[in-house]
């Protein structure tokens, strides 16, 4: 295991490793910082904390390497093939084969763009993560500091209880909180927007299903209450009306929300199969690999529908293969915590 140091500084007080953007240093200074935040847990919890914490950064470490390799890969490919015009069509392919998996998280994205609120949302992620660098760059400058000049950084020379009340002092002046509220605004106003939005779809489908429940209802027990009475006791027929109510209901409740779930398949084959074909057209288009205008021509339309009927198809009768479900890992967190908004919100 990795010794417990604190971030320090070079001999003339300059950083020890270049920092550009958001590095968060080596191994040891993450070890320090995921410490120094699990000291904040409660304290059953902090013993596991600081077990788990080395494999928290190896995984940590892990990630950015991954990401990083992956960034560097599509840019090379994207300057070379342009591939920022297929990024539509690989979203729209996606969509109309796999969209009825992501029902709320399409849903979610046709809610903000319909309200206007979609601009809103991205300036306030954009406005946080500026607030995130200038917060982490001061953090840097603070532990390069040598204010006593005797060539060792101040944070290396106070206790580890009181390096964590220094950082957030620096990251509280650094911050500008105007900024933070405004951003937090936008985020909220979107997120009460899409709650608001799937709440009235599954509202009318607990509607919808509740209705047809009751009509269902009154001919099953007419046909099947003498069944019912000649084949229990007679003191659970009592049972036999609040029971056949229930399953009729339940049944037809399902039933409405795999309609639901049928209507959100053809909405995104419809408009994943559009997306596709007309982003892949344009892309031809622009590499002269085609000689006719998309925007002139219907047969980029026809062909999405074509596109469209074919994904249909697979979302009703085939199941996703297991290596796209995982990488579709993060796309079904986002999916599982509408889910969670939805009912508790």
Known sequence: MA??????????????????GLDFGDAEQRLVYLRMAAEGAPRQLRPYLFTAAPAIVKLWMGL????????????SYNKRYHLEDLMPCILGLLMAFYGSDFPLLIGAVVALRVTGIWQGIYHGFSAIWQQVETAWQATLADDRRDDNGDGVADVSQIPQSQLLIRKMLVVGKAVDPSRVKGALVMLWAGLLAVVASLKLRFAKSMTLGSAIGDIVTRPVLRHCTPFLKRSVDEDLHKWIEPGVNYVCRFTVMCTAFWFARVVAAV?????????????????????????FNPAASNLDELAGYVVAGIGLWWQLFYSTPLLLSLLFLPLQLLEWALRFFLVYA
């Open 3 to 20: 010794t417990l140091r604190r971030p320090h500084a070079g001999p003339q007080g300059g950083p020890e490793r270049r920092v550009s």
């Open 64 to 75: 950015e390497k991954g990401c990083g390799a992956v960034w560097h890969l599509f840019d």
């Open 267 to 291: 909405h995104s084959a419809v408009q994943g199969g559009q997306l596709f074909t007309t982003s892949l057209a344009r892309f031809l288009h622009k590499r002269g690999l085609i000689s």
